[in-house]
Structure formats: C-alpha cells, structure tokens
Nanobody, 114 residues
Framework: QVQLVESGGGLVQPGGSLRLSCAAS????????MGWYRQAPGKEREMVAV???????GYADSVKGRFTISRDSAKNTAYLQMSSLEPEDTAVYYC????????WGQGTQVTVSS
C-alpha cells in the first residue's frame, strides 16, 4: 500500500503563487509516475500535471507556462509550483501515484480569490 499526503493549499489572490507538496510513504517502489489532478465544484476531476520516474512531464493546456511539476525521489515527494494563479484554478487538488497500483491522496483546497 501507498499513502499520499498533500499539503500547501490555501487562499491566494489572483496572480499569486502556491506550492503544493505530496509526500509518499509505504510501498513507494510500486510507483512509476505521479501527478496532480483537480476537481472544481460541479465539474469532473481533471489532470493538471504528471511526471514519470524518468522525469518526463506533461501538463494540461490550461496550466502550461504557469504550473511546474517536480519530484524529489530522495524525499519521496512530488511538488506542484503554481504561479499566475487565476480564479479558474480554484479546486481541490489531488495527488496521484500509480504503477503496480493506483493511489490517491485526500486532496487539498486551493482558492484563488480577491
């Protein structure tokens, strides 16, 4: 089993920045890739950014150039650096790790509002 714990969410003004963290524990050897997803009220969960064990990354078009995903293997932690935040980025952000299994964190709320 793998446990994923997100942190770093909060309230930020438009144009501001936040960094989310996702700490993995347990059978982390079973994780090949990690990603961040988000779900806004009344909307489906969507992929935001993903990173493979080799460091390849992918982003949703809506966040390209504003968000950066990274991974510190020594700390078993993935990060999502978010800049130039917009009200449309308001959502619960979830960390996902997958490989031999498929694991999700409990989510962290990000609210972008003045």
């Amino acid at each position: 089993q793998v446990q994923l714990v997100e942190s770093g969410g909060g309230l930020v003004q438009p144009g501001g920045s936040l960094r989310l963290s996702c700490a993995a524990s347990g059978s982390i050897f079973s994780i090949n890739a990690m990603g961040w997803y988000r779900q806004a009220p009344g909307k489906e969960r969507e992929m935001v950014a993903v990173i493979t064990s080799r460091g390849s990354t992918g982003y949703a078009d809506s966040v390209k150039g504003r968000f950066t995903i990274s991974r510190d293997s020594a700390k078993n932690t993935a990060y999502l650096q978010m800049s130039s935040l917009e009200p449309e980025d308001t959502a619960v952000y979830y960390c996902r790790g997958w490989g031999a299994g498929d694991y999700w964190g409990q989510g962290t709320q990000v609210t972008v509002s003045s």
